[in-house]
């Protein structure tokens, strides 16, 4: 009966050894810093700047006065900051993204790349409105905040993991944009995603490992229902309204995309908000119509059974009239809606924003890959290199001829 047992023990073993050493594998498909957290047993944590689209209503420093905080509906549902972050099970959310606060009693404009750039390209006739944080003063505050907590010495790893961050603005870019002459605004969107790839060489300079970041482009803001709601303002120029918010969107997330392949920095990774959502649209759509799709989609129940109207909307009187911005009335099933509201989406639809930033880090498809692996055959980057207006893609946006 020895022999028998020594042969079951040696196998035994053998399995315990072979499912050890698969789980210590390094897995090459997987960004290093969380193959590291993975290893050591820790997550990671998520550093999160933005505006109203990324906010998670909890913040680090400065928090805004408590009558401004909009309440948050439990039926909204997570941000997309919050589905990314359940979905790569990271240990801490630090939030310095902003959204537009409510009950102010001036003019207010959300969270911006940089809040300059329209000051300077309004010519002044912004400077009496209230602007909150932009990239900038976050990323400054979060710098601030870590001085003595470990990231700018590389100390963070061993008590929250690597820091991955996320840097989601453009919607209030492109809303105040649009209002601007055509040259001014393709300036502005130029000078914006300069700003905004200058601040992450900033963090890059501070970080003790190749920063790891996640930067959606944008969805076309014509879709959002406060763009439809502005058809009443803009009654007599509206169509060139529409024409000029469509083309500086195609521009913000070209230039945002072909800077993010050139940088070489850290990994970049690059999610199609608009694909996401417009997806779902075009899902409803053909479905309504009885159109079969080429994906098959139309063979699937769409996620949505309202994509135009959102959940919340003013309330109207007995006879049709508007009772107010702040009279709302509230769906009976948010989860149905891609629109939260006006200017947001709906809980789901976060959570497909999310999911799809996950799949990408998982996969390790960066917009830079190619960038990166240059700049490893080429050896160690300078310590010191900074973000290069004159090296940076040349977009040379053109408005299209006749505009």
């Avoid at 601030?144 to 963070?156: A, H, M, S, Y």
């Avoid at 509201?341 to 890959?369: C, E, P, Y």
Wanted: hydrophobic fraction near 40%; proline fraction near 6%; include cysteine.
């Amino acid at each position: 009966m020895k022999a028998p047992n020594r042969l079951l023990g040696c196998l035994a073993i053998s399995i315990i050894l072979f499912l050890f050493c698969n789980w210590l594998r390094p897995m090459s498909h997987i960004p290093a810093g969380i193959q590291d957290a993975w290893k050591e047993g820790n997550t990671y944590r998520l550093v999160v700047f933005g505006d109203d689209w990324s906010d998670i209503g909890k913040y680090r420093v400065s928090p805004p006065p408590l009558s401004t905080i909009r309440d948050r509906d439990p039926d909204r549902g997570d941000m997309w900051t919050e589905a990314l972050c359940r979905e790569l099970n990271c240990g801490a959310i630090h939030n310095y993204a902003r959204s537009k606060p409510a009950n102010m009693n001036v003019k207010t404009i959300g969270s911006m790349v940089d809040s300059n750039v329209l000051v300077k390209a309004s010519a002044g006739e912004k400077n009496g409105t209230l602007a909150l944080f932009d990239l900038s003063t976050q990323v400054q505050q979060f710098l601030d905040q870590e001085d003595n907590g470990g990231f700018l010495r590389g100390r963070v790893g061993r008590s929250e993991g690597p820091t991955m961050f996320t840097i989601f603005f453009g919607f209030w870019d492109l809303l105040e944009f649009a209002s601007l002459e055509k040259q001014d605004a393709i300036r502005a969107v130029e000078e914006s995603i300069e700003a905004l790839f200058r601040n992450l060489d900033l963090l890059a300079e501070h970080a003790h490992h190749p920063v790891q970041v996640v930067i959606p482009m944008i969805m076309d803001p014509t879709f959002l229902p406060v763009f439809q709601d502005r058809r009443n303002d803009f009654t007599s120029v509206f169509a060139h309204y529409h024409h000029k918010a469509v083309f500086l969107w195609t521009a913000w997330n070209t230039a945002l995309s072909q800077a993010a392949a050139k940088w070489d920095r850290g990994d970049a990774y690059v999610p199609d908000t608009n694909d996401i959502v417009i997806s779902q649209v075009r899902q409803k759509q053909l479905l309504s119509k009885h159109i079969p799709d080429g994906p098959g989609l139309d063979k699937q129940a769409p996620l949505f059974d309202n994509v135009e109207q959102p959940c919340l909307s003013p309330k109207q009187g007995n006879g049709g009239e508007v009772q107010g911005d702040d009279v709302v009335e509230k769906c009976f099933d948010p989860t149905r809606h891609l629109f939260w509201d006006s200017i947001h989406l709906s809980g789901r639809a976060h959570q497909l924003i999310g999911q799809d930033a996950a799949r990408l880090v998982r996969g390790n498809m960066t917009a830079n890959s190619a960038t990166r692996q240059q700049g490893l055959d080429d050896g160690p980057p300078a310590e010191n290199k900074k973000y290069d207006q004159k090296n940076s893609p040349g977009f040379n946006l053109k408005f299209p001829p006749g505009y």
